[in-house]
């Protein structure tokens, strides 16, 4: 019986021992978790916010290389640009409107340097006779309240109408075509 009791409190002793050092090695990578994001934030100042009309979470860290890197001169964000793609535009057309929008942005004073294209809001209709597409969106500049837009889109040339909250027009791009705000091809 003697026996029995030793050597069950052999193996209780050894479970005690066993979740002691689960839990110790538990804790060490949670010490090792908190002081790289420690040292991550320290070593760049991290202003990391979700734009609230593209729901994409916009990064700038102090020292790192913009996002704009390789564009033309006041170039501006562009955010959730990529629901063109999923609504018929190819990288071509979508590189001619980014261009349309920076013939927009850096007409304006101070000079616009985030359009973000709201979450949802492109709708696009089927071709016209002539094969020309149209897609209506929102759009907000620099965080701003978002206006209403549109693109028509045909071969590789884009037209995009830019209007103001009570739906005039403040903005036509005329006929863009093969123009990139990238300075690298």
Same mark, same amino acid.
């Given at each position: 019986?003697?026996?029995?009791?030793?050597?069950?409190?052999?193996?209780?002793?050894?479970?005690?021992?066993?979740?002691?050092?689960?839990?110790?090695?538990?804790?060490?990578?949670?010490?090792?978790?908190?002081?790289?994001?420690?040292?991550?934030?320290?070593?760049?100042?991290? %202003?990391?916010?979700?734009?609230?009309?593209?729901?994409? %979470?916009?990064?700038?860290?102090?020292?790192?290389?913009?996002?704009?890197?390789?564009?033309?001169?006041? %170039?501006?964000?562009?955010?959730?640009?990529?629901?063109?793609?999923?609504?018929?535009?190819?990288?071509?057309?979508?590189?001619?409107?980014?261009?349309?929008?920076?013939?927009?942005?850096?007409?304006?004073?101070?000079?616009?340097?985030?359009?973000?294209?709201?979450?949802?809001?492109?709708?696009?209709?089927?071709?016209?006779?002539?094969?020309?597409?149209?897609?209506?969106?929102?759009?907000?500049?620099?965080?701003?309240?978002?206006?209403?837009?549109?693109?028509?889109?045909?071969?590789?040339?884009?037209?995009? %109408?830019?209007?103001?909250?009570?739906?005039?027009?403040?903005?036509?791009?005329?006929?863009?075509?093969?123009?990139?705000?990238?300075?690298?091809?």
């Amino acid at each position: 019986m003697q026996l029995v009791n030793r050597r069950n409190l052999v193996i209780a002793g050894s479970i005690v021992l066993l979740l002691i050092l689960v839990g110790g090695l538990y804790l060490a990578q949670q010490a090792r978790d908190n002081a790289n994001k420690q040292q991550a934030t320290t070593e760049g100042t991290d %202003t990391q916010t979700v734009d609230k009309n593209s729901g994409e %979470t916009v990064s700038n860290i102090e020292g790192k290389t913009p996002e704009t890197y390789g564009m033309l001169p006041n %170039t501006p964000a562009y955010l959730n640009t990529e629901e063109f793609i999923t609504n018929g535009l190819t990288s071509e057309q979508l590189d001619s409107l980014k261009y349309a929008f920076y013939m927009y942005t850096t007409a304006q004073n101070p000079k616009i340097t985030q359009v973000s294209i709201t979450k949802d809001s492109v709708t696009a209709t089927p071709p016209n006779a002539d094969g020309k597409m149209v897609a209506n969106f929102q759009v907000a500049f620099d965080g701003k309240a978002k206006v209403p837009a549109s693109i028509v889109y045909f071969e590789n040339s884009v037209e995009l %109408t830019i209007m103001d909250a009570s739906g005039n027009k403040v903005f036509e791009s005329g006929t863009v075509t093969d123009k990139s705000v990238y300075t690298q091809p």
